[in-house]
């Protein structure tokens, strides 16, 4: 029986050189890892991670609630890796958010890549960056429900929490 | 028209767009800082190719190859290869002989299943081979 160990672990606002650094720390462990294993902790961890910065790197310009800042972590458990990420988000932002979070928690893995298809055909010449499809590749990816949270800071930032369970097996 | 040639970074492909033998090559690791910056002059000088080939052969003898080798794409990669993929259907439409070949290494992966969604999305029959 394992005990819960967190085996990555950062806290401050995230960007793409973070990302990197982060990817090639799970990389060195990679090898106590499943290669499935590790490739879907990969996929779910850049698109957290990608999802996170792009909700506070344009948008939050200054915040000083030091006890809100992002966070990523990766705990290892006796039957699955828990993937949690946090971040301020703007309350403008949760809505839409929370509509996405909810259709996927609502879907089969049919329903999902259906919708993932969906997206992509629609957004193959749209003027937006990244077609928005990073949650549902997550789900996609582990085929385990999300848990996920608002948790007020003030009038104006909310603090996002999404976690994610990748089976060992 | 020139061939392009870009080597990989730890974590961008290498892209080999090889006109004279007909053939475009997508391999690596594909999350770009940048993924516009970096998508563009690939699917800039790909687009005028196709506009090219569309005007100037007969499409019925027209052969091309796309090869993806990817260990690692991100969602947004995604969108721009859909583009790549979307020049050359206008010559699959047309008739021409287009192949795509797309490597995974084993059917659980993501990368398996992705070659799947975007074979349906683009509506291109893909050659899905296991990585030798």
């Known amino acids: 029986m394992n005990k819960n160990k967190c085996i990555l672990y950062y806290k401050g606002f995230f960007n793409y050189t973070i990302v990197n650094k982060l990817l090639n720390e799970l990389l060195e462990q990679s090898e106590a890892l499943d290669i ?12 957290m991670l990608e999802n996170n910065y792009r909700y506070t790197s344009n948008k939050i310009i200054s915040f000083d609630h030091a006890d809100f800042f992002p966070v990523f972590k990766i705990i290892d458990e006796d039957k699955f890796y828990r993937l949690i990420a946090s971040n301020p988000i703007k309350y403008e932002d949760v809505n839409e958010l929370k509509e996405h979070l909810e259709k996927i928690y609502c879907l089969g893995l ?7 298809k969906d997206i992509l055909k629609d957004e193959i010449y749209s003027v937006k960056q990244s077609p928005g499809i990073g949650l549902i590749r997550i789900a996609k990816v582990v085929r ?14 909310l603090y996002y929490t999404l976690e994610i369970l990748i089976n060992k097996k | 028209m020139e061939n392009l040639y870009i080597e990989s970074t730890e974590f961008t492909p290498k892209i080999n ?3 004279n033998n007909r053939k475009f090559e997508l391999i690596g690791t594909s999350r770009p800082e940048d993924v516009v910056a970096f998508y563009e002059l690939i699917i ?3 687009g005028r190719y196709v506009n090219n080939i ?7 003898d027209f052969h091309f190859n796309l090869l993806f080798d990817l260990d690692y794409m991100n969602s947004a990669s995604s969108k721009y290869i859909l583009q790549i993929l979307d020049y050359f259907k206008k010559l699959y439409y047309k008739k021409a002989k287009i192949t795509v070949d797309w490597y995974y290494e084993d059917v659980y992966d993501q990368i398996f299943e992705d070659g799947e969604d975007l074979s349906d999305v683009i509506k291109i029959p893909f050659n899905l081979r296991p990585r030798k």
Not at chain 1, 144 to 157: A, H, L, P, T, V
Not at chain 2, 55 to 60: A, D, G, I
């Open chain 2, 54 to 60: 569309l005007h100037n052969e007969k499409l019925e």
């Open chain 2, 44 to 46: 800039f000088k790909i």
């Open chain 1, 110 to 116: 049919s329903g999902l890549r259906k919708w993932y």
């Open chain 1, 36 to 47: 499935s294993v590790f490739n879907k902790m990969q996929i779910v961890m850049v698109e």
């Open chain 1, 144 to 157: 385990n429900k999300f848990k996920y949270s608002f948790q007020e800071i003030d009038n104006k930032f």
């Open chain 2, 17 to 19: 767009f090889d006109i």
